[in-house]
């Protein structure tokens, strides 16, 4: 899979519990969440000071995100990526 959009390397991938989405964390510093069917850009986190070295979807429902750099807390908040 190609998506375009980060500035430098992505560092990790999680996928949304429905599988429509995908989020990518990278060494721009920030997150971005992916419309797998339209393979673009739905929304990006650009608030972290460091490269984002994890990701993860909530299991349940996948409506929030949990980001984390690589030298400061996580983060969680919505995904934006609701039902299809």
């Known amino acids: 899979m190609f998506l375009e959009?980060?500035?430098?390397?992505i560092y990790s991938i999680d996928y949304s519990p429905n599988g429509y989405h995908a989020a990518t964390g990278s060494g721009d510093?920030?997150?971005?969440?992916w419309d797998?069917?339209?393979r673009k850009c739905i929304y990006?986190?650009?608030s972290h000071?460091?490269?984002?070295?994890?990701?993860?979807?909530q299991p349940n429902d996948g409506h929030f995100l949990?980001?984390?750099p690589m030298t400061t807390q996580p983060r969680c908040?919505?995904?934006?990526?609701?039902?299809?």
């Open 66 to 68: 949990l980001t984390g």
């Open 5 to 9: 959009g980060h500035l430098k390397e």
């Open 77 to 84: 908040g919505p995904t934006r990526a609701g039902p299809p």
């Open 29 to 33: 510093n920030t997150c971005k969440v």
């Open 49 to 57: 000071q460091n490269l984002v070295s994890s990701i993860k979807f």
């Open 44 to 46: 990006t986190i650009p």
């Open 36 to 38: 797998l069917h339209h």
